[in-house]
């Protein structure tokens, strides 16, 4: 019944691994996000996909390339991780586009350590 | 540019006491506000937010905030608290050029003793 569940909850892994994060939610809704959460507990967007297709893709560096096969998954994949990496991310979903008018619902989270 | 300050890291309260969280916006327009709550280990959940009209706004499970332009804030209250709400509080705004984004301050940690 999760609504956004993503795995694996935890991920330790060494640097310069490549690693992926896997997001599905099952609302039905149209868009979906990566959020990351850094130590500071500062939580920044990273990128939304709508129906598939990329909207917003803050400044992050392309290690970090979102994939969504339909608009139910949004998996984040990482290339050559490094130390800084470290966070914890999440993902998210709403209805539609447009944060300001619609509810974003989060899931749980993925704690990242890099070694 | 947008931010949003959270000048409270951690608050302790007794259980039954009231609560008043701080937020503070910065933002020439009138803003989107939102209040959500994270529990530990678990994502975050929106409480309540203001778009516009009254600026007392209702939220879930109790809590209130009320927008107050003069002071640039959107402070989250709740009159007896519960020790269920033990949690970090995260103020947000809507930014201005793109709808899809919100922007969070650092949150507030809400301990509550019994």
């Known amino acids: 019944d999760t609504a956004v569940s993503q795995t694996p909850k935890y991920l330790v892994t060494q640097m310069g691994n490549d690693k992926s994060i896997k997001c599905e939610q099952n609302?039905?809704?149209?868009?979906m996000y990566w959020y990351k959460q850094d130590s500071k507990k500062f939580l920044k967007i990273m990128f939304s996909?709508?129906?598939?297709?990329?909207?917003i893709n803050e400044t992050v560096p392309n290690r970090f390339s979102p994939k969504s096969p339909d608009k139910a998954h949004l998996n984040l994949h990482i290339n050559s991780l490094e130390l800084g990496d470290s966070a914890v991310y999440f993902c998210?979903?709403?209805?539609?586009?447009?944060?300001?008018?619609?509810?974003?619902?989060f899931g749980s989270g993925t704690q990242l350590s890099v070694l | 540019a947008q931010s949003v300050t959270q000048p409270d890291i951690h608050i302790t309260v007794s259980e039954g006491a009231s609560l008043e969280l701080r937020c503070n916006y910065s933002?020439?327009?009138?803003?989107?506000l939102f209040w959500y709550v994270q529990s530990p280990g678990q994502g975050l959940q929106l409480l309540l937010k203001?778009?516009?009209?009254?600026?007392l706004v209702q939220g879930i499970k109790g809590f209130e905030a009320e927008f107050k332009r003069s002071q640039s804030s959107f402070n989250l209250r709740k009159p007896s608290v519960h020790w269920s709400d033990a949690a970090e509080y995260f103020c947000?705004?809507?930014?201005?050029?793109?709808?899809?984004?919100?922007?969070f301050g650092t949150g507030t940690r809400l301990q509550v003793f019994p």
């Open positions: 947000a705004v809507g930014a201005s050029y793109n709808t899809d984004k919100l922007i």
């Open positions: 996909y709508n129906n598939k297709e990329l909207i």
């Open positions: 203001y778009f516009s009209g009254d600026t």
């Open positions: 933002y020439g327009a009138t803003p989107y």
């Open positions: 609302l039905g809704h149209d868009t």
């Open positions: 998210a979903s709403s209805q539609a586009g447009g944060v300001v008018n619609e509810k974003l619902f």
